[in-house]
Antibody, heavy 123, light 107 residues
């Protein structure tokens, strides 16, 4: 079964840091790009960041650029999001999602999402 | 950045109705467009990818069309389990962007 399981969400003070993890199973992790997305309470979905299959390229939304860092460990089938200088507006459920397979001809991405992990930034 | 304008933002419909939701991209995105359904407290579920390809296991009453800048999600005959919020997502270029969502409510 293809599965993504996030962990690491917590209550953190403004200016604090947190590291989210996403454990992947059931597919060839090293061949797929991976992404983080989020949803603030009562709001719509937002894309946060994407990392290519090899980890060689990373992309960020402007609202997290310079504060968040996406990374992956293909030997462990793990995706990470290091979140620094957290702000109240970062409060959201954070999802990891499976991206496009390297070399795929069809834009087939975001088919599998984890259950999400809650990050609350508050004093 | 590519803006995705989704309409309507909310709608009331009855079981059996044909429902159409539109997303307009501020510039061409080819067919790098996916549609998602989300129910309260649940994880988004992909319905359509590559603008018009039906996700395996999704009922055939859902369909997607369009290319370039205009995209449509159609539910041919609305069922009780379809009442939810729907989002489009463009992943042609970075930053990826979602439409604002369409909440489909019971009339």
């Amino acid at each position: 079964e293809v599965q993504l399981v996030e962990s690491g969400g917590d209550l953190v003070q403004p200016g604090g840091s947190l590291r989210l993890s996403c454990a992947a199973s059931g597919f060839n992790f090293r061949l797929n790009a991976m992404s983080w997305l989020r949803q603030a309470p009562g709001k719509g979905l937002e894309w946060v960041s994407t990392i290519t299959h090899s980890g060689g390229d990373t992309y960020y939304a402007d609202y997290v650029k310079g504060r968040f860092t996406i990374s992956r460990d293909n030997s462990k089938n793990m995706l990470y999001l290091q979140m620094n200088s957290l702000r109240a507006e970062d409060t959201a459920v954070y999802f990891c999602a499976k991206g496009r397979r390297y070399g795929a001809a069809v834009p087939d991405a975001f088919d599998i999402w984890g259950q999400g992990t809650m990050v609350t930034v508050s004093s | 950045d590519i803006q995705m304008t989704q309409s309507p933002s909310a709608m009331s419909a009855s079981v059996g109705d044909r429902v159409t939701i539109t997303c307009r991209a501020s510039q061409g995105i080819s067919n790098y467009l996916a549609w998602f359904q989300q129910k309260p407290g649940k994880v988004p579920k992909r319905l359509i990818y590559a603008a018009s390809s039906l996700q395996s296991g999704v009922p055939s009453r859902f369909s997607g069309s369009g290319s370039g800048t205009e995209f449509t999600l159609t539910i041919s005959s609305l069922q009780p389990e379809d009442f939810a919020t729907y989002y489009c997502l463009q992943h042609n270029s970075y930053p990826h962007t979602f439409g604002g969502g369409t909440k489909v409510e019971i009339k």
